[in-house]
């Protein structure tokens, strides 16, 4: 690369440097072309995606995620491809592609790397979001909702509760996405009126007659997130048109059930 100022030929420079990301300072080694002369930086389009690369990696290593090359380095090591590790994941090989070239996953998404790359996916379960089934917590997390929302919820009827399993979907598939597992362990079926809990019908009566006592209470992180889709979604409405938006469901056949591993794609929240 030339200098703009005319000062010829510009020299590569390894330099360590210092950036804020996602509210955290971390520091890394970038290269850029440095004129000898002026003092000028700049970046081709090589060493602007190797640069995005290292900060995106530093701020990884940082928060105890997968680096690019980690990620690569155990596909390799498993003689997969792209498409076989998407495959494997349960998701699209574009992700992939974002991740190994320096687009910073989830920690969800990190903790199933971890697991597929290691050869053991035993402990995944891409439709109950790495948890058990809890009625009790269903109910606890509905009542969460009724002090945000003041107003209840769940009632016995299947009409009754078809309100309410949309804010369950997004409370599960959003604690999903931050935290790795979901609130409930509830599965969710694409149905004609939206995402919605599998067997919604038999499911009523017995969620309103759980203990909540009987479940773990919720994490101050649950609880953040109830109150921010609640903040985002006061009326039934808005819930009910927001999830009808969302390609996990609207690229989804009548039934099919839909993997955890769609909290990636949430426009909603």
């Not at 299947?158 to 790795?180: H, N, P, Q, S, V």
Request: with cysteine; glycine share 8%; aromatic share 6%.
């Amino acid at each position: 690369m030339k200098c703009p100022n005319d000062h010829g030929k510009m020299k590569i420079k390894r330099l360590r440097e210092e950036v804020a990301i996602r509210g955290t300072a971390v520091r890394f080694a970038a290269e850029h072309y440095v004129c000898p002369v002026c003092g000028l930086a700049a970046d081709d389009m090589r060493l602007a995606g190797a640069n995005q690369r290292a900060i995106a990696d530093a701020y990884r290593k940082s928060a105890g995620l997968l680096t690019s090359s980690e990620i690569v380095r155990g596909r390799k090591k498993l003689n997969w491809t792209q498409e076989q590790l998407a495959e494997a994941m349960h998701v699209g090989i574009a992700s992939i592609k974002r991740w190994e070239t320096g687009q910073i996953q989830t920690k969800s998404m990190d903790s199933m790397l971890r697991k597929v790359l290691l050869g053991d996916s035993s402990g995944i379960s891409y439709y109950t979001g790495n948890r058990e089934l809890s009625l009790a917590r269903i109910k606890i997390v509905v009542e969460e909702f009724k002090k945000h929302l003041g107003k209840g919820l769940l009632q016995d009827s299947g009409e009754g509760i078809l309100y309410t399993g949309k804010y369950l979907w997004l409370a599960d598939m959003l604690a999903f996405r931050e935290t790795g597992q979901s609130m409930t362990g509830a599965t969710y079926a694409a149905l004609p009126q939206g995402p919605q809990l599998n067997n919604y019908r038999d499911l009523a009566k017995l969620i309103g007659r759980a203990a909540p006592g009987d479940a773990e209470p919720l994490s101050e992180t649950e609880k953040r997130i109830i109150k921010r889709i609640s903040a985002r979604f006061p009326s039934r409405q808005g819930v009910y048109q927001a999830v009808h938006a969302e390609p996990a469901w609207s690229q989804r056949k009548s039934g099919e059930m839909i993997s955890y591993c769609e909290a990636q794609s949430l426009k909603s929240l």
